[in-house]
């Protein structure tokens, strides 16, 4: 028995000793893992950033890690080399962690000694853990930035955490910063953000996001006119449909009190969202869009020098880009593509405006198909989906008469009728008709 307690101690005790050098291996080949699924995922991607290991030295206790970041589409602008992070990993049990530093790049210490007086707030941490992938956190102290003429921005403290599996699918995100401020003229508080969201392919990140922001308020000090949001909110979420390689993507924004100069909204909010678009095709689009656009930045740094040239070729690559991107964007054409506008309310002193609508289409469309609705335009209740409700107070409305007659034969009803101390709007699409506020719109007579 007493053998076997040795002997367990001993296997304790190797395991313990062994550990460190098992996590620095271990995490040696989960980075090169997660390095070479970007490279995969964004590395045909224009404007992604290229990541390169650029020395690594693992030892028993600790690695030293060198990555070299480059942002080749934009250094046609501007003439940058490799963004240089120089991390320090401490090897741990069950995983690692680490700190990282810019300070290999010259740009990075010009700007802390010349801007901030050598004093550097910002740190940049790590956790690397062999079974649930890794965390990053950035965190910054509050520091007073020189902008221009005696002008100090006040920048407060915030701190960013990142959360991501090994292979780099699922990212979680969350943040919170103080603000900053810029003397009279601009404040901005309580700033927040939190996702959660999984890779799709390249392009499409599907998930939910929130972007919070306590106050923010500008003042022009020059004719004393001031804008400023309290309780802004933004809210988003992606769902993708593999079954039938569909998106939707629905934001919602919100504001509890909008002052802008003198015009006071309050409880203001407004929902939009597209449905049922066609992935491949979104992913698509943009990886031409994005292909275009490289190109077009490559061809314009070579002549930023010379504005007319520049001009001239910029007209040319919009001639050129807006044929390609309509054919892409015509493939999005699908049945069941939905655009909505939904949750409309804004809160004045006059009154208040509500407001919804929804448009989509019944079948496959292109753009020829849309011809039709010059010589046909009943044939609108065959190609759409539509719905439309608002509410206005009337005192909002000065020429209400325009807004409660009809304008035009086929209209048996305004597009507002009189209800109480309000207008009310209500259109839609059903049983092959267009109804306006209960009465068919009559196309035989336009």
């Known amino acids: 028995m007493k053998k076997l307690i040795v002997g367990i101690v001993v296997i304790v005790a190797i395991v313990i000793a062994a550990a460190p050098f098992v996590s620095g291996l271990m995490m040696e080949k989960m980075l090169a893992g997660q390095k070479e699924s970007y490279a995969q995922r964004y590395g045909n991607q224009p404007f992604y950033p290229k990541v390169e290991i650029a020395s690594y030295q693992r030892g028993y206790l600790s690695s030293q890690i060198e990555w070299a970041i480059t942002l080749p589409d934009y250094e046609v602008f501007a003439e940058m080399g490799p963004i240089v992070i120089s991390e320090t990993a401490q090897h741990g049990l069950t995983g690692v962690t680490t700190q990282a530093s810019l300070t290999k790049n010259s740009w990075y210490n010009d700007f802390i000694n010349e801007k901030l007086a050598g004093n550097d707030p910002f740190a940049f941490t790590g956790e690397y853990s062999l079974f649930s992938g890794a965390t990053g956190r950035f965190v910054t102290e509050a520091f007073d930035l020189p902008i221009e003429d005696g002008v100090i921005l006040q920048v407060k403290a915030g701190q960013l955490t990142c959360n991501t599996d090994s292979s780099l699918k699922k990212i979680k995100t969350s943040a919170n910063f103080a603000g900053f401020a810029m003397a009279d003229i601009l404040n901005v508080e309580g700033i927040a953000l939190e996702s959660d969201t999984t890779a799709i392919s390249g392009m499409i990140m599907a998930g939910t996001g929130l972007f919070s922001m306590d106050s923010i308020s500008i003042n022009n000090p020059d004719n004393d006119k001031r804008v400023s949001f309290d309780g802004v909110k933004v809210s988003s979420n992606v769902d993708y449909d593999a079954a039938q390689d569909r998106l939707s993507i629905a934001t919602n924004y919100r504001a509890d009190h909008i002052v802008a100069d003198k015009n006071d909204v309050k409880d203001a909010h407004l929902g939009f969202a597209v449905n049922n678009l066609d992935a491949t095709g979104v992913n698509d689009f943009y990886q031409v869009y994005s292909e275009l656009l490289a190109a077009a930045m490559e061809d314009m740094g070579a002549v930023q020098h010379d504005p007319q040239q520049a001009q001239m ?112 709007h209500h259109a839609q699409i059903k049983d092959d008709k267009l109804l306006l506020n209960g009465k068919e719109f009559l196309f035989e007579n336009l």
């Open 313 to 424: 070729l910029l007209m040319q690559k919009l001639e050129s880009a807006r044929m390609r991107l309509a054919s892409e964007f015509e493939k999005l054409l699908k049945k069941d593509l939905e655009i909505k506008i939904s949750d409309v309310q804004v809160v004045l002193p006059e009154g208040k405006v509500t407001g919804d609508l929804a448009i989509g289409l019944k079948k496959d469309m292109s753009f020829a198909g849309f011809m039709v609705l010059l010589q046909q335009p009943q044939a609108v209740v065959d190609i759409f989906s539509f719905e439309s409700n608002a509410r206005v107070a009337k005192e909002l409305v000065p020429a209400q008469e325009q807004l409660v007659n009809p304008f035009m034969p086929a209209m048996q009803s305004g597009v507002f009728e009189a209800d109480g101390e309000q207008l009310v």
